[in-house]
């Protein structure tokens, strides 16, 4: 089908072919004791301790091979943001069945902000997500040690000649294109009308984080997942990347919510069919 059945019956119906689930409790008091939300828990950390691993790596790689002045030398900025869009293709594919595939506190909280997952179910993805990244990091750390410090450690900072307000700008934006297209993505509507949606689902994500990387590398390094930066930042330990961390929250966190308010309230029109259902049941 490839419009929604109108059907007349005490006023105005819509049958849908999709049914959007229901939203997530604020507190759930029941997810807690199953074992499929501590499964969840486990392959979000697991999922960002390889990201932050691979990706890192690559950085640091990078930078050791043009070290001697090769500007040809390493994979280069695209090959960068190759590692960091297909990595997230590789583990949203591995674990969207599991815990839904975040790997990144903005997504998660963006989720939260739509109904989509509880407030415990939100803090917690956070935190093992924000571990995972900081082991994935030390993993780097401990097998390339001579080159680690170095070379910064893979670290997020504000590159220098861009104002702290670009920064912000950068992440804000970067942000909300990934967020975005994770609604996008897996929304039920799209994948009730298109069955192969849920299994191209992780493709669109992996070439959002790709795109804003290639545009946002020169400001920032690139954050758009505030774990990413954390783990960085709490493994090389440096002065700048401290100094800068709060750009790599808040940036994500309003990209996160911008997005979430666009998709839900506008382009699904949620406030509108939440004024529709009060009108109906102030009628009956």
């Known amino acids: 089908m490839t419009k929604d059945v109108e ?3 005490h006023g105005s119906f819509s049958a849908k072919d999709y049914h959007d689930p229901p939203p997530a409790p604020l507190f759930d008091s029941v997810e807690h004791t199953k074992w499929s939300f501590y499964r969840a828990l486990i392959a979000e950390f697991i999922a960002t301790l390889l990201f932050l691993y691979i ?5 640091i ?25 297909g990595m997230i293709f ?20 963006g989720l939260f902000l739509a109904r989509k ?9 956070m935190v093992a997500q924000c571990l995972g990244a900081i082991c994935g990091v030390g993993l780097v750390k401990a097998f390339q040690s001579a080159y680690y410090d170095r ?30 297209t994770v609604f996008s993505a897996t929304d039920p509507k799209k994948s009730a009308r298109d069955s192969h949606v849920p299994v191209l689902a992780p493709l669109p994500i992996g070439f959002a984080v790709f795109m804003v990387h290639l545009a946002t590398i020169p400001i920032t390094g690139t954050g758009i997942n505030p ?4 783990g960085a930042a709490v493994i090389y330990n440096n002065e700048k990347a401290w100094d800068d961390q709060w750009i790599f929250w808040v940036g994500p966190f309003i990209g996160a919510a911008i997005a979430a308010f666009y998709h839900q309230f506008i382009l699904r029109a949620g406030a509108v069919k939440a004024l529709g259902s009060f009108r109906s049941t102030a009628h009956v």
């Open 7 to 9: 059907v007349a019956e």
């Open 55 to 59: 990706t890192v790596l690559t950085v």
């Open 61 to 85: 790689g990078y930078k050791s091979q043009t070290a001697g002045g090769d500007p040809c030398g390493g994979v280069g900025i695209l090959g960068i943001a190759w590692s960091f869009g």
């Open 90 to 109: 590789i583990l949203v594919y591995c674990t969207v069945g599991i815990s839904g595939g975040h790997i990144n506190p903005a997504v998660t909280f």
């Open 117 to 125: 997952v509880s407030l415990i179910r939100a803090i917690l993805y």
């Open 151 to 180: 070379y910064g450690g893979g670290a997020n900072e504000l590159s220098t000649g861009y104002s702290k307000g670009t920064g912000l700008g950068a992440e804000i934006i970067g942000t909300f294109v990934l967020v975005y």
């Open 227 to 230: 774990a990413r930066s954390l």
